[in-house]
């Protein structure tokens, strides 16, 4: 009963300033912090929102514009984060099939487990991996593949370039949603990573301006 009133407590003072629980740092981070903001446990990086922030509400956008439904049989994450895509899936979306989250950060992936209770959902698989060599080497195939791959702000060169997307494109039945930041990858490079798509002959739709941060690439079999 204590516990609930200080978290309802520091959830509503969250919304005057931000508080922060734990700080620490990873092989790939030199800030991980969790905190409340916005009445909310968030996950952030030194100059990001990583999880269950602005960054959920952005994904959520990419998911509507995907048409997920329950003829879906199964979605992979590419850069988990906290897993905050999952929350949305299973609580606004209402749907249950099996997710597969791929995150290469192993302290990240503990402390999902330690302040986010993933393990509450069913049909949930983390994997600690580089996305990368995953996609490259697993055999199987995903209805829904969601690409929210970041070190810091960086989506880093590897996930732009042709063989990733290659290898991307044959892993997916049916749709890719591709998150990228509007201030770290230039106009430039966005259109570079869609031609390569669209060179492949796959049909792309572009979602501009989400939050004024974001930009997203969907990508779906034709």
Known sequence: MATKFVEFWLKTISYIYPIT???TQSNHH?????????????????????????LQEVLKTGLLHLNLDSKIQNILVLGMGAGSVVQTIRENFQLQMPITLVDIDAKIIELTEQYFNLKKYKNIEIICADAFDFIKQTNQKFDVIIVDIFIENQLPTIFLGEEFIKNLAGKTHQKILFNTLIETLSDEEFIKVRNTFQAKNIKTKVIDNVLETNRLLIIEKI
């Open 30 to 54: 030199e800030t991980l912090e969790i905190g409340y903001q916005n009445g909310k446990k968030v996950l952030n990086t030194a100059t990001t929102n990583y999880s269950y922030g602005s």
């Open 21 to 23: 629980l734990h700080t």
